[in-house]
Nanobody, 116 residues
């Protein structure tokens, strides 16, 4: 049984920063990919950033240079540092784990609201 627990969301003014954390527990392959997705009201869920167990990263174009994804493999935890936040970043942010290239797990989501 794998569980993902997210934290760090909240309300911030435009230009501010937030740091999201996602801790995974359970039986997890050492070969895995962890990422953050977001879903705004009325929109589809989209990839924000992802990081492999080897440290390779990928970012959605609109967050490049503003967001940084990192991970602590010893703690099975992934982080998303979000700087220079914009109102259009407002969404529910979900953590996702892809384990062994087969098994997909999602966190419960954390709300990020950026006021103008």
């Amino acid at each position: 049984q794998v569980q993902l627990v997210e934290s760090g969301g909240g309300l911030v003014q435009a230009g501010g920063s937030l740091r999201l954390s996602c801790a995974a527990s359970g039986t997890i392959s050492s070969i895995n990919n962890m990422g953050w997705y977001r879903q705004a009201p009325g929109k589809q869920r989209e990839l924000v950033a992802q990081i492999s167990s080897g440290g390779s990263t990928h970012y959605e174009a609109s967050v490049k240079g503003r967001f940084t994804i990192s991970r602590d493999n010893a703690k099975n935890t992934v982080y998303l540092q979000m700087n220079s936040l914009k109102p259009e970043d407002t969404a529910v942010y979900y953590c996702r784990l892809l384990s062994a290239g087969i098994y997909i797990y999602w966190g419960q989501g954390t709300q990020v609201t950026v006021s103008s």
